[in-house]
């Protein structure tokens, strides 16, 4: 087993933490796993942000090759770890080892992903239009641009992803390969992935001869460093997982700075799943088991798990809901991430299971006393409870859902008129349900940041055409996404340059284009 020493990674640097300290907690047997790791304080978060600072010139200027070899280092850097990461994040999480070797293939691919995207060039948006000297009645000006990094990015790991959305998840790894320096804060929950992850990149950074200030990774056993983090000027974005509560927090801190800077937080969704007509009446009880499957699926701990069903009520839905019921009831409840994570599932089913207006339709198997499971329940409503309660609308992370019971086609576009935001909605349907698809696709493209046909939004697949993210308050800005390539556009900003000299201009805008990069010419799409 590798050794972990709870210390801070600063600068290529090591050191123990004063403010406090993380242990982690096995959340299988309530054991508290060694070591201590130390809390940073006000003068760490400084020490690293100074170091940002200060090798983001250096780093942003580095060929996009090295650039890429150094994503591709921390990819082979984490590999090495070997099995060690998987069986201490397994101790810290709960989630199993399938799921973790999972994970980890889905976190290097990622990194390799992005150092194609920096040698495909694409991501620079790179446009030129030439001058036009002769032009009546005013000449146009020499006009070229292209992206460039924001700076230093400071990312919060997420408890539900320790590896894919933590150290070396999706926005550190968007984030270097756009030019950005990253500090992390560690997810108290999984401190030791954390630190093992984190001495992987900080070798990689080492190993490639980049500036030691380009990662940094910092414990905190409160909320006082994160906000310093945020609030620091020389960070200059950031990207989160977590809590509506808290991505709000560090919001108000992000666009409160006397310069505000763009904090993307993905914070909450429950996902509807819209069974149409001719759908529920063909296949109700093949829907049903694959809805509870998706529903259950990490102990309804992803982000994309469905929590909403809602349908136009008759004996179909009546259909989907028995069958549906039945497989909730043979569920065996499941290790949640953290003791908090239990806690907070039980108070949410426990307030849909006193609600007057809900009905509660099945619970999963109980798990044993004093454990941190969590046991699947599902509950119906009527569309008019439902649209007369917004409390209902809220998110219960883990494995719960409601069924809505809708009138008609009518009150089915109410419900989805009064929906929040959201990263997923999934329509089941079969031919003859294309016009009340039809009917409900321009409202649901204003509702989720994906729309997906037949199946549930758990799986997200990491590919140029991903969106991961979605409408207020599944993230805080959904012209944006965390998963697939276009995420690095969340830490670039277009430059344009009029009329610079030739000799000065940057290599991807020289009129010879001697990076090769795609290219837009006179409006023009020119490759390489």
Do not use: W
């Amino acid at each position: 087993m590798a050794h972990l020493t709870g210390e801070l990674l600063i600068g290529g640097e090591r050191r123990f933490g004063i403010h406090g300290e993380i242990k982690g907690v096995n959340p299988a047997t309530g054991e508290t796993l060694e070591p201590a790791f130390g809390g940073a304080t006000t003068a760490d978060v400084e020490a690293a942000c100074a170091l940002a600072a200060e090798a983001f010139g250096p780093y942003r200027s580095l060929p996009y090759e090295t650039r890429a070899q150094f994503l591709e280092s921390i990819a082979e850097h984490i590999e090495a770890i070997g099995d060690d990461l998987i069986v201490r994040t397994m101790a810290e999480t709960g989630l199993p080892r399938p799921r973790l070797e999972g994970e980890r293939g889905r976190t290097v691919g990622q990194l390799r992903l992005f150092a194609g995207v920096l040698r495909d060039g694409g991501f620079l948006e790179a446009r030129i239009d030439p001058a036009m000297p002769d032009r009546k009645p005013l000449p146009r000006p020499d006009l070229r641009l292209r992206n460039v990094p924001l700076g230093p990015v400071a990312v919060f790991g997420a408890s539900n992803f320790p590896l894919a959305f933590s150290v070396a998840g999706g926005d550190t790894a968007s984030a270097l390969a756009a030019g950005c320096p990253v500090i992390v804060k560690a997810h108290p929950a999984h401190p030791g992935a954390s630190e093992l992850v984190g001495r992987a990149i900080q070798a990689a950074v080492a190993a490639c001869g980049l500036p030691p200030g380009v990662f940094a990774l910092i414990h905190d056993s409160g909320y006082e460093v994160s906000q310093a983090l945020v609030a620091d000027p020389r960070v200059k974005a950031a990207g989160f997982t977590g809590s509506r509560r808290g991505g709000l927090a560090l919001l108000a801190i992000a666009q409160g700075r006397p310069e505000p800077i763009p904090f993307y937080a993905e914070m909450s969704s429950i996902n509807p799943v819209i069974l149409l007509p001719a759908a529920l009446k063909a296949r109700a009880d093949k829907i049903a088991p694959d809805f509870v499957a998706a529903l259950t699926l990490g102990a309804g701990q992803f982000c994309t798990n469905p929590g909403l069903i809602l349908a136009i009520d008759g004996p179909e839905l009546d259909a989907f809901i028995e069958a549906a019921g039945k497989a909730v009831e043979a569920a065996p409840a499941s290790v949640m991430l953290t003791p908090g994570i239990c806690q907070a599932f039980a108070h949410g089913v426990a307030a849909l299971t006193d609600a007057a207006e809900v009905t509660t339709v099945a619970r999963g198997v109980p798990g044993p006393d004093g454990s941190h499971t969590g046991r699947a329940a599902l509950f119906s409503v009527t569309a008019a409870d439902f649209l007369a309660n917004p409390h209902l609308h809220e998110e219960v992370f883990g494995a719960a859902s409601l069924v809505v019971r809708c009138a008609g086609q009518a009150e089915l576009e109410a419900v989805i008129a009064a929906l929040e935001g959201q990263l997923t909605i999934a329509l089941h349907m079969d031919e003859a349900d294309h016009g009340i698809a039809g009917a409900l696709l321009p409202a649901l493209e204003l509702k989720a940041g994906r729309i997906l046909v037949n199946g549930f939004g758990t799986g997200v697949e990491v590919a140029p055409a991903m969106v991961h993210g979605g409408p207020f308050p599944s993230t805080s800005d959904g012209r944006t996404t965390s998963v697939g390539t276009l995420a690095i556009a969340r830490f670039l900003r277009p430059v344009s340059y009029q009329n610079l000299p030739e000799a000065l201009l940057p290599a991807e805008l020289k009129t010879q284009n001697p990076l090769g990069v795609v290219r837009r010419v006179d409006g023009v799409m020119k490759l390489g």
